[in-house]
């Protein structure tokens, strides 16, 4: 029981924040509440801190009970494995960072394998359990990469939550998180009533929705409302319409050609040059074919090019941008338009029946080639033509590693998109047979995951050649942490003999050995972490 030397009265207001500067200033500079003084001073301001303490921590008027939340909604998801419940605790409880001295050691980076883990375990449909949901939601909210798999993985809980916390707003955002939501395609009332009143993030969540399952639908409701459309919103609704795109949208997107909005402009004309078949795929065709000929008066077939003089209204309303960026010739830059957009299958007719592999073949006139070739390449990234890309990449051992059109590892990585998944596994296995790993990490980045044998083991044998060259290991730090992640698991048994740190010669990189044994040691502890965490995941009747 607390004792004080006078009835105890009702706190003034700021009672406390006197109380606070008392104690700092000093019971000799300054008198406490009530008046004690001399030895009696301090004891009296405690025993005053003692009673608001008190008073601050219970004295609280009663108010009406604020109205609870609705219940969490079921997940009626099957329930992780208890093991790998464990692993996911462990996975978010990691934070990046490395050791000292810039040294990683031999332990995995538990926070790279985060994504790989969700989409293992969304591809098995299990549901996130509640207690890690917090942590899974902090996660997604540092790292928008893992948004659309921590969203799914959560389920309809994370967006019951973030309504609760105005940190999590962002999955109610976020197009995967915020589907569970969206109704379904019998409830038109409730369709037309979100499109009309939603937020833009649920409107474009809707609408890819939509046309997933029912392209003109999602088309009719987006040109219902196109003319009071904001031109940025414009630019995102039109963007949608990429998946599934068919004949069938030309005519809107023919109208978006007379928009008022130079991007909107650009993106329908874009669209409508995917479509071989489209009447804007066949004017650009036109257009380019104008421009590139076969001469036939030299000693051997050549490829004459012909920029254009001038971009017409017609050219600019059909997606050409007639201002040149700095630096930049007018009639190149209006030529490699034309090209991109203009469909590529029209070119053998054009150019004598030849094949695209013969086509990028022949000599090109004046010094036009790079020209030409780059322009093939980002009209088969947009048309997705293997065919071409195939030509344009050339074999992966060629000279200068790559074929005539690939102008920038950048370009080779966006062909080989085209590509079947094995298809580009191999030819970058290929590649790095050749040409090794100091140009390959862009291209391992297009690989599907887990590599292919031939892939993984091009990999492995370049980094063992790398460190039987005296090289650093940090000179490719970037392949290795790929590996980590890439490397199909069951290849870590082939890396045992690379553990051991070699004796060094004579050489201009002392003490490496060690690093590449650190590196290797590193690798073979994540790919097999990574088999666990497969192994954890299964069905227990799996």
């Not at 707003?169 to 019998?186: I, S, T, V, W």
Request: with cysteine; hydrophobic share 45%; aromatic share 6%.
């Amino acid at each position: 029981m607390i004792r004080t030397s006078a009835p105890v009265e009702a706190p003034a207001a700021g009672a406390w924040e006197e109380l606070v500067t008392t104690a700092l200033l000093g019971t000799d500079r300054r008198t406490p509440p009530g008046g004690a003084t001399g030895r009696r001073a301090p004891a009296a301001l405690l025993e005053l801190a003692a009673v608001q303490t008190v008073r601050r921590r219970a004295g609280l008027r009663a108010a009406p009970a604020a109205t609870p939340p609705e219940p969490a909604p079921e997940d009626p998801r099957p329930a992780l494995p208890a093991a790998a419940a464990r692993r996911l605790t462990m996975l978010l409880a990691d934070r990046p960072g490395t050791a000292g001295g810039g040294r990683r050691g031999t332990a995995p980076d538990l926070m790279e394998l985060l994504p790989q883990w969700l989409a293992a375990a969304n591809a098995r449909g299990y549901a996130a359990p509640p207690q890690t949901l917090p942590a899974l939601l902090d996660a997604a909210r540092g790292r928008t990469d893992l948004r659309p798999a921590a969203l799914a993985f959560a389920g309809p809980r994370a967006l019951w939550l973030a309504r609760l916390n105005p940190d999590w707003r962002f999955a109610l955002r976020a197009g995967p998180g915020g589907a569970a939501a969206l109704p379904g395609p019998a409830e038109a009332d409730r369709i037309r009533r979100l499109w009309e009143e939603g937020l833009f993030a649920e409107r474009v969540a809707l609408l890819a929705a939509i046309r997933e399952r029912e392209p003109a639908a999602a088309r009719d409701l987006l040109a219902g409302t196109w003319a009071t459309e904001r031109a940025e919103d414009r630019l995102m609704f039109l963007d949608s319409l990429r998946d599934g795109l068919g004949p069938e949208d030309e005519p809107f997107l023919e109208q978006a050609l007379a928009d008022r909005s130079r991007n909107v402009r650009a993106t329908a004309a874009e669209l409508l040059s995917a479509l071989p078949g489209s009447a804007l795929a066949a004017r650009t065709a036109d257009r380019a074919s104008a421009c590139v000929a076969v001469d036939h008066t030299l000693d051997t077939p050549t490829l004459a090019v012909e920029a254009p003089h001038e971009c017409d209204a017609d050219m600019e309303r059909d997606g050409v941008v007639a201002k040149a960026p700095s630096g930049r010739g007018e009639r190149s830059w209006w030529l490699g338009q034309l090209l991109e957009a203009a469909p590529l299958g029209a070119w053998p007719a054009r150019l004598g029946g030849r094949t695209p592999r013969e086509i990028v073949a022949l000599p090109v006139a004046d010094g036009w080639q790079g020209e030409l070739h780059a322009a093939w390449c980002r009209a088969a990234v947009r048309q997705r033509d293997a065919r071409w890309a195939r030509a344009l990449l050339g074999a992966p051992a060629a000279p200068g590693a790559g074929g005539p059109g690939a102008v920038s590892l950048a370009e080779r990585a966006r062909l080989l998109g085209t590509l079947g998944a094995g298809e580009r596994a191999d030819w970058v296995a290929g590649f790095i047979s050749v040409h090794g790993l100091s140009e390959a990490f862009q291209l391992l980045g297009v690989c599907a995951v887990p590599w292919a044998a031939p892939l993984g083991r091009a990999v492995v044998d370049a980094l063992n050649i790398a460190r039987d060259a005296g090289s650093y290991p940090w000179s490719f730090s970037g392949v290795m942490g790929l590996a980590e992640r890439c490397l199909n698991p069951a290849e870590a048994s082939r890396l045992d003999g690379l553990l051991a740190v070699p004796d060094e010669a004579r050489d201009p990189s002392p003490g490496a050995g060690g690093y590449w044994a650190e590196a290797f040691q590193r690798l073979v502890t994540t790919l097999r972490l990574r088999a666990a965490m497969a192994e954890e995941l299964r069905p227990a009747d799996g």
